[in-house]
């Protein structure tokens, strides 16, 4: 099956089955990963190498810890304002989908939380120019979402916080590891790792350090970054399977030669289905900007709405599976993540053509 569900989604096969081989009997240690204590050697081992190839994947520079967490992104949007602003402070927030709107209105709760621009009346299919961003001055960060999983919009290049105090903050849930990124233009980064990076139950957050050790005193310590990044994400029992398998794809992604390859087999994926869209005469039709397309999401209508249940049925008899669009907006969806190979996208492609001249 090719499975273009949008999280939890596709991972790569030799992930899965080096997990399988390892399932009842870790590395010869007599116990599974799920049985085995958090604090043991075995796990120790796990966690360390995890975060290890996450920094040599990303480069993450030294004064940036990483964590691992858990109660998804979604926990995160309450977990940053209460980590980088007092209840007075203002924060900017840059609305470009669903997931930028979830995560201004928990801020809102939490500080002075503004949504500075608004992709809403234009359906969320634009990311604003950067230079008409009206941030606020006193602002302790400005807050993105990388990549908008509903609305398959993504950010190209980032923008730059308005003051040298304030900071950018990206939920990068859909596209982590898709990619290079720069983190040293980031005070914070956090995913979710259920669509690119494993199974769902872990949570990265990439923090610099000296945004630490502030948080209100309201703050739960299961999201206080310092709390967690002291205790090298072993504060409570994590989400131990899930990390490991987190581990074993960051493997995966070093050995296929790091995000820069990866980077490269993802356009070539996301191309051939957005200009099977272009091509086909408006049968089908991706209402994203073209500049601003995403990689992993790409969310289209067919012109003749009648005929989208009977696309996606005859999809999946076709064992093309969860192309289904969200369901606050309708139409189909490919999510075509790292571990999509370039084979399931050529199959939709060859389906979408067939069903067009099925259907002249
Ligand atoms: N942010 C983005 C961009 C997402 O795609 C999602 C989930 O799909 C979330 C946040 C919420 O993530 P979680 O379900 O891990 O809380």
């Not at 009206?134 to 290049?157: M, S, W």
């Not at 596209?175 to 720069?182: A, G, L, Q």
């Not at 990866?262 to 272009?278: F, H, M, P, R, S």
Request: glycine share 6%; hydrophobic share 40%.
């Amino acid at each position: 099956v090719f499975n273009f569900a949008a999280g939890p989604a596709t991972l790569p096969e030799s992930v899965i089955l080096k997990a399988q081989a390892d399932l009842f009997n870790y590395q010869g240690c007599g116990m599974s990963v799920m049985e085995m204590s958090h604090r043991g050697k075995e796990f120790d081992f796990i966690i360390k190498k995890a975060e290890s190839d996450l920094r040599a994947l990303l480069s993450i520079p030294s004064d940036y810890a990483v964590v691992f967490l858990q109660g998804g992104a979604t926990t995160q949007f309450a977990a940053l304002p209460l980590n980088l602003c007092s209840p007075e402070d203002s924060a900017d927030y840059v609305v470009t989908g669903s997931w930028s709107d979830k995560a201004f209105k928990e801020a809102q709760k939490y500080c002075k939380a503004k949504t500075i621009w608004s992709g809403k009346p234009e359906k969320y299919t634009k990311i604003p120019a950067f230079d008409a961003l009206e941030q606020n001055p006193d602002a302790r960060y400005l807050h993105i979402c990388g990549n908008e999983t509903i609305h398959g919009v993504e950010f190209k290049d980032y923008p730059t916080p308005l003051n040298k105090d304030s900071i950018l903050v990206a939920d990068m849930s859909s596209h982590f590891c898709s990619k290079p990124v720069d983190v040293s233009k980031f005070g914070v980064i956090y995913a979710g790792a259920q669509k690119n990076v494993g199974p769902s139950g872990v949570t990265i957050l990439i923090v610099r350090k000296d945004l630490m050790g502030n948080a209100q005193p309201i703050t739960p310590v299961m999201l206080d970054f310092k709390t967690q990044a002291e205790a090298a994400s072993l504060y409570n029992t994590p989400p131990c399977f899930a990390l490991y398998i987190c581990g074993l794809v960051f493997e995966d992604l070093l050995q296929q030669g790091g995000l820069v390859e990866v980077e490269k087999k993802n356009a070539k994926k996301a191309g051939i289905l957005y200009d099977a869209i272009d091509g086909s005469d408006g049968f089908y039709v991706c209402p994203v900007e073209k500049s601003v397309r995403s990689l992993m999401n790409v969310p289209f209508t067919l012109q003749r709405s009648d005929l989208e249940k009977k696309f996606i049925e005859e999809a999946a008899l076709e064992k093309m599976v969860q192309l289904k669009g969200h369901r606050s907006v309708g139409g189909v969806r490919a999510s075509i993540y790292n571990a999509m190979p370039l084979a399931g996208v050529e199959k939709l492609v060859a389906f979408m053509k067939d069903f067009q001249a099925r259907h002249p």
